[in-house]
């Protein structure tokens, strides 16, 4: 593919123009309007929609470039559109209510034409604005439970799976999860990033090396174990929603690899929320209620994914696993490994290379990093002591304990 094929506002219409959208969407006799989406970091992304009708009659286009749309010398496989359509796919099949619908997709210009979420927000934004979501512990539980269960051993035949592993080998984009999560935070790296004033803390991070091997263990198990399709990019930027709906987009990470990465990815995130509420809910009743409620949906995701996967593998697993003591076993191993990837995700969203949001948009320097030595000190604690964690509610206890270290005394 050649940079001439990218598509621009204007052949993103002649485009639509010419596939099954246009009549299926569109009626075939819209006038059509396009904007590009800036927010993306990878793929070049349109909203087209109609010009009479914005709002019911619009779609999203997504198209893959060899290379990363916002930093061009960072080369990227195509091929991850290809995934990204598959996976869309299989986990519209166990779980159709979490996924954007798919209109069309051209494996020739790497183009997926999905259904446009312009009634919900990314999560990320809502919970800095302290939006509660009544419904996202059991539409995410669910969706985690459902995607990971019908892509396991546990529910597919050996051969089915190991004839479905290398259709999702995935090397390249693994490889940046590989070096941004788990080897770049913990050595010397022109990357990695984090706030002056937080220098004592990561210097600790960096001296200590029975912290940077649980890291490394937690690294072998997410490039040696291929227990489930997971999503692999699974943060609360990957998850729009509303009070109704919640949707997880943007599977194109996806690969065979360790369901509790998934679960931790997301952990992960509602607890940097948390932690970033000490700037983003700056009333102190509405911060503690606010928190409490995070703390809670920790809870409930972690209960309603459990309460499924166990129903799931009950009713529907295959005969292999003929073992009651085993099923307690692997949830509870699935929750210490969670604990132990979620922390992964926390430290490296603080000091490597891809900061969020939560603390980006901090402009008091204290403040910020009051809200970061607070994330920090959740994944330390979750990374050291997750062994010694058999609830949920022990895990979230750890969480509501962990205080900043900054001011520094
Ligand atoms: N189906 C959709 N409907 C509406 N907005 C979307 C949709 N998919 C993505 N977006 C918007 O585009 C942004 C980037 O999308 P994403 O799939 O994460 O792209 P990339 O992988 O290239 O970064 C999202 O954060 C969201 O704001
Ligand atoms: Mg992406």
């Known amino acids: 593919m050649t940079d001439s094929q990218a598509l621009n506002e204007q052949t993103v219409i002649d485009y639509i123009k010419q596939t099954s959208v246009f009549s299926h969407i569109f009626d075939g006799n819209d006038d059509l309007k396009s904007q590009q989406i800036a927010e993306g970091n990878v793929n070049l992304l349109f909203r087209v929609s109609s010009e009479h009708d914005p709002i019911h009659k619009s779609v999203i286009v997504k198209q893959a470039l060899p290379y990363a749309w916002r930093y061009p010398d960072f080369k990227m496989p195509l091929d991850r559109s290809r995934i990204e359509y598959e996976v869309l796919t299989i986990e519209g099949r166990y779980c159709p209510q979490q996924v954007p619908e798919i209109y069309h997709f051209d494996e020739e210009k790497h183009i997926l034409i999905i259904e446009d979420l312009n009634q919900h927000l990314v999560m990320r934004e809502g919970l800095m604005k302290q939006i509660r979501y009544p419904l996202v512990a059991n539409h995410i539980g669910t969706f985690m439970a459902r995607t990971l269960f019908y892509t396991s051993d546990l529910y597919l035949s050996s051969g089915e799976k190991k004839a ?223 062994r010694k964690v058999f609830s949920i509610d022990e895990a979230v206890e750890m969480m509501l304990e962990s205080k900043s270290s900054y001011p520094f005394i």
């Open 164 to 386: 479905m592993v290398p259709k999702f080998i995935n090397p390249v984009l693994c490889k940046v999860q590989e070096d941004l999560v788990f080897t770049q935070p913990y050595m010397d790296h022109p990357n990695n990033r984090w706030s002056k004033l937080l220098e004592p803390q990561v210097r600790q991070i960096h001296q200590d090396d029975d912290l940077r091997s649980e890291i490394f263990e937690l690294k072998e198990l997410y490039m040696t174990h291929a227990q489930a399709l997971i999503h692999n990019d699974l943060h609360t930027g990957s998850i729009m929603l509303n009070e109704h709906e919640t949707k997880v987009v943007d599977p194109e990470f996806a690969f065979f690899g360790p369901i509790a990465h998934d679960i931790g990815s997301y952990i992960a995130n509602l607890a940097l929320s948390y932690a970033s509420q000490e700037f983003h809910a700056r009333d102190e009743t509405v911060r503690k209620e606010y928190r409490l409620w995070l703390a809670q949906l920790v809870k409930d995701t972690w209960r309603v994914f459990e309460n499924e996967f166990l129903t799931l593998w009950e009713n529907e697993g295959n005969d292999d696993w003929p073992s009651p003591s085993f099923r307690k076993k692997y949830i509870q191993q699935l929750l210490q490994e969670t604990l132990g990837f979620g922390a992964a995700e926390m430290l490296r969203r603080l000091i490597g290379m891809a900061h969020v949001h939560d603390f980006w948009t901090i402009d008091n320097e204290e403040i910020r990093a009051i809200s970061e030595s607070i994330g920090i000190n959740i994944a330390v604690n979750w990374l050291k002591n997750r």
